[in-house]
């Protein structure tokens, strides 16, 4: 045999291996894989309904961009203004929330803001203005970016100046530009804890409600793309909000602290 | 410095210990590029010579435009080729797009113009060479090419080989184009970025060094066969 | 019966390069059989003819007419270049080349192709890399490559050229015995001994013009134009 010829059949026979189970693409968010749940979810789901998730993980963006264009059967993001927007153009069916978390403002540990003991997330960050420490955000138009845009909106601050670092990057590069300037940072408390290289970073700012980060699944609409696979992805769905999800997610623990908060409504 | 020891310690450890994980996508990277860098060769290495041997109106501008595509972006061939063969793309219906030959696409059109610019580079050579024999044999344009590429085989090689080399190294156009789905698209380049992000930076460096231990084998085959080949040195 | 390639007329031709005529315009005749040798100093137009007769070298204006359409007359002629283009593959291999070119299966080629290697004495070496042969086993190789297709006319630039007494000899043999086998032989050469030895003609040339084309013995003895006898003197041209 020659080696083209046993690299192909070695690439098959890997491929045979999953071709057992039917497939379906969903498109989520970095800070979703980030967080390591995915790991624990995909597993038991194929083993459950005998359903093989493949994970397409990309920016809010771009994951609703692939749903669009019905390049996935289904999505799961967090961004609900980007979501309804999406909605509304036909590209999904519905929209059905699953979970939450929070997102947090990570810092040096010296806090140099001084947002440790501030009272509301917009406190924290005219705090961070006024004193110009470093920022830096995730700028790719992703659900933690735009919860960071809308957290400065709220806070009645325009971000810009030397102190304010766009990066246009994931969640882990972000965090990885972060960690090496020594920066503030917007990110979602899964991300954060899974992360390796926090270096001289901790968590600076936590537990405002404004920081919740709400989870939605949205199956695309086959009406749009008739080759979407729409029964595995109501399939999927109705595994993601049972009680068997739930248990899992909600055990779903980094460092003895739980991610994940379960909130589907079991229709 | 710490880090690099216990990435080399890290990927020795994946390498001897076979993890399974590390044997798929290695495979599958090999497996992508090989394809990639055969097909991009089938292409580049007639073109490069047929450029040399044909002289033509536009033949400059071709040559300018193709060291240009040298530098393009893998991004930026990596969204061309997902708008191609996006569901809602030109060749959508042929289900492509997040699979293995999604990113073979992807980097024949990378690695191409670099494959034709370096045999184009040392086929003229050869040819300056051979011109007033071939000329004077009544040669057709493509026993010119032939003769070129068989006798250039070396240079050729090495121009396989520098394609090769771009090519799996590449991360930008297989994320888009591929998807880095575990089990199905995830080569070491996207296995890299991933683990990267996720801040597991002695993981990626020990996948690093993985990549380069196979690039630095591959070189070492292809000319061990070559060697092989042909008794004789030139 | 195959058609006969010969007599070649040469009409006015001229060559012309960047706006400075290097041959012509010059009419002439090529015909018989022997050897005719091209003689005349550094920048006469020697090479230029024969590469414009062998149809490589585009004339400027005039014509080339061979008894037979042009493309039928290039199948049936060689060249053999002052240095003489190696293919980067075995001396087999090198010799075997017009063949393949021809359509001739691998194997015949390869056998006729070591008989004449073998004749031209290049027998030993048949399987080596031609890249690392000598001067003159390399010109031996060009001539048996030239040979093989057993052509009606050959054309020779300066083949002995910083080539040994000895090398020289040997390819001298084998043009003989290839001119007596009926090839049509056109040579350029600035060595005087070897024109003696094996021209049946002198062409002689100066400044691109033809001065005189007359039978050897004529040619050395009692050469008619000026030019020659200064040139057989040893005198610089003008």
Known sequence: MTPKAFLIATSLALTATFAAAENIKLSVTTSFANSGLAEVLLP???????????????????????GANGDVDAVLVHSRKAEEKWLAEGNGTHRREIMYNDFVIIGPSVDPAGIKTSATAADALK?????????????????????????????????????????????????????????YILADRASWLNFANKADLAIAFEGDPVLFNQYAYMPVNPEKHAHVKADAAAKLE?????????????????????????????? | MDKIWEALYQAARLIFGFDPDLVEITLLSLQVTVTATLIASAIGLPLGAWLVVNRFRYRRIVIAIINALMGLPPVVVGLFVYIMLSRSGPFGVLGLLFTPTAMIIA????????IVSI????????WADYHDLLISLNATRLQRVMTLIKDGRRALLTAALAGFGRAIGEVGAIMIVGGNIDHVTRVLTTAIALETGKGEFGLALALGFVLIGMAILVNLAVHGLSRTERGSRW | MVAPILPLNLTSIEVRRSGRTILGPLSHRLEGRGISILMGPNGSGKTTLLKTMHGIERPTRGQI????????????????????????????????FPLLLRGVPRKSAQTTAAELGEKVGLGKVLQQSAMVLSGGEKQKLALARALILAPDVLFLDEPCANLDSRATRDIEAILCDARDRGTRIVMATHDHGQARRLADEIWFLHAGKLIESTPKTQFFDAPQSAMARAYLKGDLLP
Not at chain 1, 44 to 66: C, P, R, S, Y
Not at chain 1, 243 to 260: D, H, M, S, T, V
Not at chain 3, 78 to 92: D, K
Request: hydrophobic residues 45%; negative net charge.
């Open chain 1, 44 to 66: 038991e789901i194929a083993k459950d309904i005998d359903l093989n998730v493949q994970l397409l993980i990309v920016g809010t963006g771009q994951a609703l961009e692939l």
């Open chain 1, 127 to 183: 705090a961070i203005e006024a004193t110009k420490s470093k920022f830096v955000s995730r700028g790719d138009d992703s659900g933690t970016h735009k919860m960071e845009l809308a957290l400065w909106q709220n806070a009645g601050v325009t971000a810009e100046g030397d102190w304010y670092a766009s990066v246009g990057q994931g969640m882990g590069a972000a965090l990885n530009t972060a960690a090496g300037m020594n920066a």
């Open chain 1, 238 to 267: 109705a595994w993601l909000t049972s009680p068997r999800a739930k248990e899992l997610i909600e055990n779903y623990q980094i460092g003895g602290q739980q991610l994940f908060v379960f909130n589907a409504s079991t229709k």
């Open chain 2, 107 to 114: 980097q024949v059109i990378i690695i191409t113009p670099i």
């Open chain 2, 119 to 126: 045999s184009h580079q040392a086929i003229r050579e050869l």
């Open chain 3, 65 to 96: 007419d061979w008894q037979i359409t042009a493309e039928e007359a290039r199948l049936r002629q060689a060249f053999v270049f002052q240095t003489p283009t190696i293919l980067r593959r075995s001396v087999l291999d090198n010799i075997a």
